[in-house]
Each structure stands twice: as structure tokens, then as C-alpha cells.
């Protein structure tokens, strides 16, 4: 790793800020980014680094979910089309969800009568397979999905550095950062110093007493596996501990750094308020659909797509209920058609500890360079998903303005029915909401780069 890492880092999040396609870049910027990527894959490159999105299976019960390849991601939208679309009356498995089906055409995975658990995703596979196009130069092949895996790598590097360096400024940030490192890179925990555990501790109890907040980065089942982790960390006859306890202490340790950054810096809860225009045509009263919970699923799923290289988690956003700017109606042979422009507002909560990193902006740049035409389609798309065909059909998004501002009282968003277990659209609680990578660094190369970060 070269001297001017930190440099790279930053140069390409300029790159993504200008809102430039992978496939457009000049051979210079393209070898900047290759750079780039290649000193964040190298710290994502653990297995532990990923979480995995999997469903629990109930024996004689046909549970489906949608999942996350290079060619989609999950989202409440889609699990609810995988819930009642993969079997027919006569129990017969549709294409879409038959585990035989190529990838490309495959958006659900079902529960087989053996099953005691189905994984919804590959992220490892899906993150090597972006780092193998990189490697070769040939960014014309990149999809829209793997740049968003791709961009997703080098935000994480950047925020990464961002972290490191400002860590600096706080004690126990800086402390709770020590032990991140450390943590990355023991070999026997046995012998973990008990300095170490005394911080991972103080760490740990700082991220539960924030459960309100982090609810989508640790579910009800990793606080479980997270209390656990922390009584075995006191037992000397362990050389190693399983991987579920090592991605839940690094989360942990990652969320502790960012939260005591935050307070240090006086970082403010941001929303990015996108504001979308729509032409609505069809039968009277179609803008009541975009009120449904299946519609504002479609919606959400749609906008986190399309800032997904930010980080941003579906769980971050909310939809408004339309407004009516204008409504019209069109008379033909004794049939008559709504015609109607409706507004209405997503708001993507960031709250203050996730802009270490600059969360915030990345999420503003990429709904500012989202394509209408290609967003329409990716909303029609997830309202046939989840059954309301007409408003796919008469739906036309004209405008997208994102604006963002501090939250006077927090913007902190509140775990909602339609995205926990039980709730309409529901995604299991051992998930990753929306299935969106939450990679931490890893590897020996960390104390190398906080040196660089330091004197470079």
C-alpha cells in the first residue's frame, strides 16, 4: 500500500460526489479508482466482514424471501411478491423462485422441506466478483447493480479514514478505535489483554444504550450473540471465537467510534428530503394507492437502490402521503381518465453518528444524479411486485429535487412494522434490513494506514 492511500480515498469520493459512471471515467481517473478500491477491498476482505441475510425455515410451511445477487437487491417490496407469488394453487414453484432458475432470472429463495435455514444472499461472492471487473479494467461490463457494490467498497475506505483520523481528537473514541484494531487482528483469544476487554466492554455497553438507533445494524438476535461474545471475552480457554461474535464485536466497536466522534463534533441528525413530482393517468383516485404501506415498500426500495453505493439502508427512509398540485380529467367515447400531478417527499434520516464519513452527502449527490426515466421503472417494477398494477402502469416520475437540512428534534428513524418480523412486508429480524452490505475494515494493513493517516 503506497503512501498517498489516504489521498486515493478521497479522490475517488470526489469521484463519486461528481456523480461520474464508472463506464465514463478517462484511463486516468479509471486507474485512480482501481487504486482506490483496491486499498478498501483490501481491508473488507475477511469473511466476517459481511453480513449475511438469511431466513429462518418452519417445517411444512412454503416461507420465501426476496433475495440480493449483482442483478437486484432485497427490500420489503419484494419480499412481499416472493410471499405470495412463488407458489401457485396446485403448489407448484414459479420461476422467479425456483432455486434452479439462473441468477440473473432468480428474485426469491424458498424454504425446501430440509431446510433449517436459507441464505438470501452472497455477499462475499458478490463482493470478489466486483473486485475481479475492477482488477480488469473493463468497466463497460459493470451492471448498475455492481457499481453500486463497487461505489458501496470505496465509501466504506473513505469513511473508514474519515473515522480513523478523527478519532484522534476524542480519548475514548481513540481508545475504543485501539481496540477495534486489535480486535481485527488477534490470533489467540486467549490472550487478549485486559485493557482490551475493559474497552470492548464500555464499547459494547455504549451501543446498548443506543438500541433506538442502531436497530438496523443489530438485530434482537445479535445483541444475543453480542452478550455472549462479551462472556466469552473474559474466558481464557478460547483461542478463537466464531465468526457471529467477531462481525457483532466489530460492529459494535465501529458504531462506539463513530458515536463518541459524533458527540465530540457536535454532528446533528441530517434528512435529505428528495421531492418527487408525478404524473399520475388512469382510473379516479389512483394517488390513494401511493398511500397503501405495499406502495411506500416500492417507493423505499426504489430510492435506497439508487443511493445504495452511499451505504444508505432502506430502514433510513420514509415516504410522505401525495398531495395533488393540479388534477384533471380526460372524456373520450363515454370513459373518462384522471390525469393528475401529485408531490410527494422521501426523507432519508441520517442520523449524526452515521455522517462520520459523510453519509449525508453521498446520499444527497447520488439522488442528484438519479436518472427519472430509470427510477420510474424501478418503481413500476416494485408496484406489479406487490400487486398494484394499475398504479405501475399510470405512474411517470417527472422531477427528483433532494434538499437537506438538520433535524430541529432528531430524525432518527423508528423501526416500523413493515420492515421488523410480524409486520406487513415483514424482513426477518436475523436480517440486514434491505440487504445492503454493512462491511467492516479488517486485515494487518490497519496500524500501517493509521500511520499514513497521521503523517500523511
Same mark, same amino acid.
Given at each position: ?304 437502490? /439508487?443511493?445504495?453505493?452511499? &451505504? @444508505?439502508?432502506? =430502514? #433510513?427512509? *420514509?415516504?410522505?402521503?401525495? +398531495? !395533488?398540485? $393540479? ?102 429480524? /436475523?436480517?440486514?434490513?434491505? &440487504? @445492503?452490505?454493512? =462491511? #467492516?475494515? *479488517?486485515?494487518?494493513?490497519? +496500524? !500501517?494506514? $493509521? ?6
Amino acid at each position: 500500500m503506497g503512501p498517498s492511500v489516504t489521498f486515493h480515498f478521497f479522490r475517488c469520493a470526489l469521484l463519486h460526489v461528481l456523480g461520474l459512471s464508472l463506464k465514463y471515467m478517462s484511463n486516468s481517473d479509471k486507474k485512480e479508482f482501481q487504486r482506490a478500491f483496491n486499498d478498501a477491498a483490501k481491508l473488507m476482505q475477511e469473511p466476517e466482514s459481511f453480513t449475511p441475510r438469511k431466513m429462518k425455515c418452519e417445517k411444512g410451511k412454503n416461507k420465501c424471501k426476496s433475495i440480493t445477487t449483482k442483478f437486484r437487491t432485497a427490500s420489503p417490496a419484494m419480499d412481499r411478491y416472493c410471499e405470495t407469488s412463488c407458489y401457485d394453487g396446485a403448489g407448484q414453484m414459479s420461476v422467479a423462485c425456483n432455486p434452479q432458475t439462473a441468477e440473473a432470472h432468480r428474485t426469491c429463495g424458498c424454504c425446501a422441506d430440509d431446510d433449517i435455514a436459507v441464505h438470501l444472499d452472497d455477499q462475499c461472492k458478490d463482493f470478489n466478483a466486483a473486485w475481479e471487473l475492477v482488477i480488469k479494467g473493463d468497466f463497460s461490463s459493470i451492471g448498475d447493480k455492481e457499481e453500486r457494490t463497487i461505489r458501496s467498497v470505496v465509501r466504506e475506505g473513505k469513511a473508514w479514514a474519515d473515522k480513523k483520523y478523527k478519532s484522534f481528537r476524542s480519548e475514548v473514541a481513540q481508545r475504543f478505535s485501539r481496540a477495534e484494531d486489535y480486535l481485527m487482528n488477534v490470533v489467540d483469544w486467549s490472550e487478549i489483554d485486559a485493557s482490551i476487554t475493559a474497552t470492548i466492554k464500555l464499547a459494547v455497553g455504549k451501543v446498548k444504550q443506543n438500541k433506538g438507533k442502531v436497530w438496523y445494524y443489530l438485530s434482537a438476535e445479535d445483541f444475543g450473540i453480542l452478550d455472549q461474545a462479551v462472556t466469552d471475552l473474559e474466558c481464557t480457554c478460547k483461542e478463537d471465537v466464531p465468526e457471529e461474535q467477531k462481525r457483532v464485536l466489530r460492529i459494535s466497536l465501529n458504531l462506539a467510534v463513530k458515536m463518541e466522534i459524533s458527540s465530540k463534533e457536535e454532528y446533528k441528525d441530517i434528512q435529505v428530503k428528495s421531492k418527487l413530482k408525478i404524473k399520475m393517468k388512469g382510473k379516479a383516485g389512483l394517488k390513494d394507492d401511493l398511500m397503501k404501506v405495499e406502495a411506500k415498500a416500492a417507493l423505499r426500495a426504489a430510492m435506497s437502490f /439508487e443511493a445504495e453505493g452511499s &451505504g @444508505a439502508n432502506e =430502514a #433510513m427512509y *420514509s415516504v410522505s402521503n401525495p +398531495m !395533488t398540485k $393540479s388534477s384533471r380529467r380526460l372524456c373520450a367515447e363515454g370513459r373518462c381518465l384522471a390525469d393528475e400531478d401529485v408531490e410527494l417527499t422521501v426523507n432519508t434520516a441520517v442520523q449524526g453518528f452515521e455522517r462520520v464519513g459523510d453519509q449525508d452527502e453521498s446520499v444527497q449527490m447520488d439522488m442528484e444524479g438519479a436518472d427519472v426515466e430509470k427510477l420510474t421503472k424501478r418503481v413500476q417494477d416494485n408496484l406489479i411486485k406487490v400487486g398494484l398494477t394499475e398504479a405501475a402502469a399510470g405512474i411517470e416520475i417527472t422531477e427528483l429535487t433532494p434538499e437537506s437540512a438538520e433535524c430541529e428534534t432528531g430524525c432518527r428513524v423508528e423501526a416500523r412494522a413493515e420492515l421488523v418480523a410480524g409486520g406487513e412486508g415483514s424482513i426477518p429480524t /436475523e436480517s440486514n434490513v434491505g &440487504g @445492503a452490505p454493512r =462491511a #467492516m475494515m *479488517s486485515s494487518a494493513i490497519l +496500524m !500501517t494506514l $493509521s500511520v499514513l493517516l497521521v503523517f500523511n
